[in-house]
DNA sequence: GGCAACATACCGACTGGTTGGTATGTTGCG
DNA sequence: CGCAACATACCAACCAGTCGGTATGTTGCC
């Protein structure tokens, strides 16, 4: 049934998702429906944090975190979000930013659990960024915690863009233009200098 | 009656606004607004055009043109985006952006005029990006179109952030990175060195 | 074991209100 | 007059949510 959501309002928007066509996409009834969720705002705060809960395992058990190097694990995560950024535009645009627009103000609760999602999804960047500032150094001084918001305020305009041009080049295109703001921030020493 | 479509729609977003309540808040009857509109797509469409139109002559005729340096133009472009990102929420975010997320699957017409608003935007920036780019030259080689979406790109993802915080500070941080990202892009001359 | 009391999961017809959209006036101006 | 700009009344479809009912456990007491 959460899947079913994920899917519908990834692709309709939470407005324009009825819960009759939920349940038939879902194979349920309306009764099934309306036993597990109070209301539709409850759907949407559960679809939220079953989304949190599903991108939370699938970038806690990637391959990134083993790099030693907290630039290069930061440079991992890049890569990872620009390998998920494939096929069709419902399929890698985020659930959160979706709802977040057009339920900040109508269903505030739905709003929240979204924006949880995201800056939940961004404090588990954090630490690389911290670790990379205590390493490396940083050109201006921005926080650890302002430049993971910061991924997720480009890769969510990037969505956006994806959305617009139909397909997912803005997002790589996005994902370049990080890199290589990162890539002025933390000046790495030379490879072989002293 | 586009004005308060406007407002509504930046508001509630284009699903959860009814054509009543718009007519309602627009302070006419249904009779007269479809005999403006044929369908509340085309509503859609001609609100995109309108904040266009709106957008368009305020950033025209902005002051910032008529710095001599592009550079100096791009960045009076930053402050003046900081200087509109005030008060509620509603009323400094993007309509065209808005609309596309909910829209580009379900009413294409809708989503494609928003879009055009975003890119068409992001067209009026890319004269100043190739001029800094011929002046100053650039680091790493991103286009200035590329560029200019990046911009947008940017600060469409604010706009979600702002949403779900709740103020304008995140369009401000963000304006911040962009600021510092075109600062390590193009590399000025010293003052006073030969 | 047997059986009553209760709990959970689910069904689907139904309701009152809302939706986008239409059909038929009415008004006012050139 | 004629025609554009509206207003009024209305419609079928759809909406979220309700409600009486059923099937299937689960518990606890004798």
Redesign the pocket.
Known sequence: MLTAALSLIRRHGFAA?????LCAAAG?????????F?????LGVAAARHWSEITGTLFATADYHDLPDPLERIYGYLDLRASLAVGGVPDFTCLAGTMLQETYDCHPPVGEASYASITGHAATLEPDFQAAIDLYGIKGCPSARSLALHTQTVLQGAFIQAKGKGDAEPVHEALEHLRRYFNFLFPRPVEGSP
Chains 1, 2 share one sequence.
């Open positions: 998702t009825s819960v009759d066509e349920v009834t309306k009764g099934a429906f309306f036993h597990h109070r209301s539709k705002e409850d």
